[in-house]
């Protein structure tokens, strides 16, 4: 059974959706951002204050390379995932690629009293998310077998979504 793999923005639901998913199949779940916390013992914030979002984004590419290897397991990619476009031909070649497509303004609003992600610790945090939205949404689909719509990001609306194109 090949990998499940969710990419999308960030406060897009990947984690959530990524955890119902995997219960339902009875399959492991990994989330690639958790993966390199325990890898490192360290949080993403401080990872990019020491090593830089280049230093992440090398733990990034290797981790997603060794979770990818595990037949059937679902994945939750951070939502930097797809600029790297190794990361892209990995992705598409081992799995099915499933986007979560959640406009910007829920995703501000999602993510607007988090600290914990490094890009949206910026003065204006909603043109930010707009910014990375307009950049990333065509790698999205470039690497994406399946785009989900997810309206305002309800996590059980898009579960059901996936399940009834994916097997
Ligand atoms: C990032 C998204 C985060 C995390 C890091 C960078 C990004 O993951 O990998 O802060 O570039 O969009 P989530 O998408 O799980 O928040």
Redesign the pocket.
């Known amino acids: 059974m090949s990998c499940l793999i969710l990419i ?5 639901g ?2 959530t959706v990524g955890k119902e998913l995997a219960r339902r199949r009875g399959v492991r779940f990994a ?3 958790q993966e390199i916390i325990a890898r490192t013992g360290v949080s ?1 914030p401080t990872i ?1 204050e020491i090593e830089g979002e280049a230093g ?1 984004r090398k733990r ?1 590419s290797q981790a997603l390379n060794d979770l990818t290897r595990e037949s059937g397991i679902v994945i ?6 797809v ?1 790297d476009p190794g990361n892209r031909e990995l992705m598409a070649g081992r799995g099915v690629v499933v986007y979560l497509n959640v406009p910007p303004q829920i995703l501000w609003e999602r ?1 607007r009293t988090d600290r ?4 949206l610790q910026v003065e204006n945090p909603r043109a930010r998310i707009e910014e ?1 939205y307009r950049a ?1 949404d065509p790698l999205y689909r470039e690497v994406a077998d399946i785009v989900i719509d997810g309206g305002r990001g309800n996590p059980g609306t898009m579960v059901r979504q996936i399940e009834k194109v994916v097997q």
């Open positions: 999308g923005m960030m406060g897009a990947k984690t989330d690639v951002d993403i990019f992440f990034e939750a990619t951070g939502g930097g995932a600029l993510t914990n992600r490094p890009l990375l990333r």
